[in-house]
């Protein structure tokens, strides 16, 4: 399974200001997938990154709000931009797993909170 | 569009006590079909997953479930359950390959000593 780290794990921002959350895997991934958790929800897909080409956004999801870099296999970037209070969440990246198949694999998050 | 539910928002039993947490997807095939954790301040955790073939599947932490295609069900198991069990749990589909999860809304899952 992949290793996945997140940086930042919290932060806590004031409205109108960008917050970008970086994504390190410890090995070469072709898809890496980008989420958002509210407040007692559960997880929704915000897009999906393969290096090389632009991010595939979800309905209801902007590049302008959340552009996403993807330079290598292993890292990527979400960036929330022109913050407000309702975009305090829980950020996790997850990747697809080389072997087996079909999984997925998760960062421990980034707990957002704007103010 | 395929569709998760978990019909139980939040679950208390005693610690030693069984577990049976619901799954239902919507979906005209057979999905892949997974369960996470999520303790909390935690990231998600794979606890088993199902793609074909045996139906009952074994997964992490003494977790099992079980796919009844006819009720489009994957219900999670565990026989006796422990106070580090507390925790969220989700249930995700795939019809994609792993590039199409669906989740469930979750299920808090609270252990009494």
């Known amino acids: 399974s992949a290793v996945i780290s997140q940086k930042p794990s919290r932060d806590i921002c004031q409205r109108g200001t960008s917050l970008t959350i970086q994504c390190q895997v410890d090995?070469?991934?072709?898809?890496m997938f980008w989420y958002r958790q509210q407040p007692g929800q559960s997880l929704t897909l915000i897009a999906t990154?393969?290096?090389?080409?632009?991010?595939?956004?979800e309905s209801g999801f902007v590049i302008d709000k959340f552009p996403i870099s993807r330079p290598n296999l292993t890292f990527s970037t979400l960036t929330v931009s022109n913050m407000s209070p309702e975009d305090s969440s829980i950020y996790l990246c997850?990747?697809?797993?080389?072997?087996?198949?079909?999984?997925?694999?998760f960062g421990p998050g980034t707990r957002l909170t704007v103010t | 569009a395929q569709s998760v539910t978990q019909p139980d928002i939040h679950i208390t039993v005693s610690e030693g006590a069984s577990l049976e947490l619901r799954c239902n997807y919507s979906?005209?095939?057979?999905?892949?079909l997974f369960w996470y954790v999520q303790s909390p301040g935690q990231g998600l955790q794979l606890l088993l997953k199902?793609?074909?073939?045996?139906?009952l599947v074994q997964g992490i932490k003494g977790f099992e479930a079980e796919f009844k295609r006819s009720q489009s069900s994957f219900n999670l198991r565990k026989p006796s359950v422990h106070w580090s069990d507390a925790a969220e749990y989700f249930c995700?589909?795939?019809?994609?390959?792993?590039?199409?999860?669906?989740f469930g809304p979750g299920t808090r899952l609270s252990v009494l000593p």
């Open positions: 090995s070469q991934v072709t898809m």
């Open positions: 997850s990747v697809q797993s080389s072997f087996p198949l079909y999984e997925q694999y």
């Open positions: 990154a393969n290096q090389g080409s632009e991010a595939t956004y």
């Open positions: 199902y793609f074909s073939g045996d139906t």
């Open positions: 979906y005209g095939a057979t999905p892949y």
């Open positions: 995700a589909v795939d019809d994609n390959y792993g590039q199409n999860f669906v």
